[in-house]
Every structure is written in C-alpha cells, then in structure tokens.
C-alpha cells in the first residue's frame, strides 16, 4: 500500500486547515513553515555562510 503524503495543519484566517500538502519530513507547506523549521534553518544558514564569505571577499 502507497503511503500517502499528509495535509499541512496550519489554520487559516478563517479558522481551517490549510488544504496544501506538507513537505516531506516537516508537518508544514512551504508557505507555512518557518525559520524554525529543519528545512528553513538550513536555508538560513546557508545564506549566512554566503553573506560571510562575500563579506571576507570584500576586504
């Protein structure tokens, strides 16, 4: 049996669920998961480490 991809859980201003589906490995859409989530630190540590690297470049 398929095992199938589960909806995103975050309530909207209307007070339901949000109808995207989660990202694999998070409870969350893309719209929904924050700076918290796994997928949203790695994305911000890798625009940290871009950002000192350029800065280093600059001097």
């Known amino acids: ?8 859980g975050a309530r909207t201003q209307a007070g339901g669920r949000c109808a995207n ?10 719209l929904h998961q924050g700076p918290w989530s796994k997928i949203g630190s790695a994305d911000r540590k890798a625009k940290e ?3 000192k690297q350029r800065k280093s470049r600059k001097k």
């Open 21 to 30: 589906l989660a990202m694999v490995g998070t409870s969350r859409c893309r």
């Open 1 to 8: 049996m398929a095992r199938t991809q589960s909806k995103c």
């Open 49 to 51: 480490a871009k950002e």
